[in-house]
């Protein structure tokens, strides 16, 4: 009896281990404790287009920006300019994280019915005093060229902005320190011409660059919270050739070339880089409440040879631009966000004024022989002004006029004032 005891307990077991029960029913089933991953997210706003993993160690935003313009200059009897609408920029730009710690960008342009790569990198962040770049992106030299195109204060950023280099490919070490009290940024490059945007290198010879950007006042609460300054430099050299001679030309503020170098396809007639190239570039701003002032300064240094004649030659450039909120928001150098949303919104949005004056001049040794008298200043200076309509955060509306002079060589004939008016409509996000 104590035998036939002994299996019905040790079959009692079993049968709750196997799930079931002695009635011949199944035992109800235990709840799955297994951590189930969050799902992923799709996210749609005034941001662009998102997505997220549920751990959220992956994304993707993607966000684009349209600008069209109107381009109209007054008192231009001689018909050198051409009053024309045009899509300045229309751009996608993809953005994204890997593994909470690696983040890339894909950024391209297709106004002027033609694709151009503007980004394309990986940056590592190991602390947020050291992060590392690796691709093509923005050289970390112009105050202005560093802003993104959606919130500069005029249609077409300054004159010193001519003498930086645009984009470029190379490794870049970067970082910010003590809360944001000083930003630094130090690389390699291929080395691109003044103003340039390239993909591959023309010579051996590589670009060293560094930038340091200090705000001196963040932690206190006086006038002085948005003061920043700064300086970059470049060092490298360029090797040009007949057909691509590694020289820059330099615009108005109505995007008319007004300096140029002797170019015919020629060894005899072609100007074109010999040599070593250094950049200096002072710069910084100041923001407190609805005023805001950017200025900066810039001295590129080249090379030039046209056949036996040589000589190293300064260009130089600096401007002040200044904003002043009429609406009351607060001015900074990544814009400004109307609190009350414009039309279809519950306020007007926000207006501000601005105004700049600005100068690049080329060396005096470039003329006769390097340059193009024909068809080329020794400076441009300019002052413009205008209103900016934030009708929210994506949509924005300009307007500006900009007066430029020119100052010839010598004795050559001084080319006619340039008085552009520039009407922008933007939708960006």
Known sequence: MLYIDKCLVAATLLAATAGARLDGQAAPARPDTTPRPAPPTVTAGEDGFGFRSGDGAFTLRVRGGVQYDGRFFADDTAGAAVNTFQVRRARADFQGMMYSRYEYRLYLDVAN????????????????????????????????????????????????TALVPNRDVGLQVHGVLGGGALEYAAGIFNGVTDGANQDVDASDAKDVVGRVFVHPFRTTAGPLRGLGLGIAASTGSQQGTSAAPLLPSFRTPGREIFFRYRTDGTAANTAIADGGRTRLAPQGYWYWGPVGVLGEYTVSRQRVRRDATEAELKSTAWQVEGAYALTGEAESYRGITPPRPGPGGAGRGAVELVARAQQLTVDDDAFPLLADPARSMRAATSYGAGVNWYLNRAVRVLLAYEHTTFDPFGTAAARPAENAVIGRMQVAF
């Open 113 to 160: 019915s033609q694709m151009e790569l503007l980004d394309a990198y990986v940056d590592a962040r190991v602390t947020p005093a050291l992060r590392v770049r690796a691709g093509k992106f923005k050289i970390p030299m112009g105050l202005e060229r560093l802003q993104t195109p959606w919130v500069v204060l005029f249609p077409e950023r300054g004159f010193p």
